[in-house]
C-alpha cells in the first residue's frame, strides 16, 4: 500500500499543488504525510474526491475488517476504536507489557480471530 506523500509524488504534484486543488494548506498536509496530524472527516473525503481513492489506502495502511468500498465513516470509527486499544496498551506498565500482548495473541489464536 502506498503512502499520501508516494500517492501524491506519483502523481507528480507537489504539497502546494494538492493544496491549491484541495483548499487544505500545505502545512496541513505536510503535517498529515508525517504522521502528526490525523485528518479529520471533511479532510480525508476532500482528499479521497481529489485522488480518488480511500484514504487509509493513501495512508498506506488497512484498517482490520474494512475494503476499499467501505464508507468512511465505518472505516474511520474502526479507526478510532483501534486508537483507543493502542492507548490501552500502552497505559500497560512496560515491564508487563510484553507478557500481556503474548497473552492477549494466544487468547485471539484460540479465538481464531487472529493467525500468525
Same mark, same amino acid.
Given at each position: 500500500?502506498?503512502?499520501?506523500?508516494?500517492?501524491?509524488?506519483?502523481?507528480?504534484?507537489?504539497?502546494?499543488?494538492?493544496?491549491?486543488?484541495?483548499?487544505?494548506?500545505?502545512?496541513?498536509?505536510?503535517?498529515?504525510?508525517?504522521?502528526?496530524?490525523?485528518?479529520?472527516?471533511?479532510?480525508?473525503?476532500? +482528499?479521497?474526491?481529489?485522488?480518488?481513492?480511500?484514504?487509509?489506502?493513501?495512508?498506506?495502511?488497512?484498517?482490520?475488517?474494512?475494503?476499499?468500498?467501505?464508507?468512511?465513516?465505518?472505516?474511520?470509527?474502526?479507526?478510532?476504536?483501534?486508537?483507543?486499544?493502542l492507548?490501552?496498551?500502552?497505559?500497560?506498565? +512496560?515491564?508487563?507489557?510484553?507478557?500481556?500482548?503474548d497473552?492477549?495473541?494466544?487468547?485471539?489464536?484460540?479465538?481464531? +480471530?487472529?493467525?500468525?
Amino acid at each position: 500500500m502506498r503512502s499520501l506523500k508516494q500517492v501524491r509524488k506519483d502523481n507528480q504534484l507537489t504539497l502546494e499543488m494538492v493544496a491549491e486543488n484541495t483548499g487544505i494548506s500545505p502545512a496541513t498536509l505536510s503535517l498529515i504525510e508525517q504522521g502528526k496530524s490525523i485528518a479529520n472527516y471533511n479532510t480525508r473525503k476532500t +482528499l479521497e474526491d481529489f485522488f480518488d481513492s480511500p484514504i487509509d489506502w493513501i495512508w498506506g495502511y488497512h484498517v482490520i475488517g474494512m475494503d476499499k468500498d467501505s464508507s468512511l465513516e465505518a472505516r474511520m470509527d474502526a479507526e478510532r476504536t483501534f486508537r483507543k486499544l493502542l492507548n490501552e496498551v500502552a497505559s500497560i506498565p +512496560l515491564d508487563i507489557r510484553g507478557e500481556f500482548i503474548d497473552l492477549l495473541i494466544v487468547y485471539l489464536e484460540r479465538l481464531k +480471530l487472529f493467525r500468525k
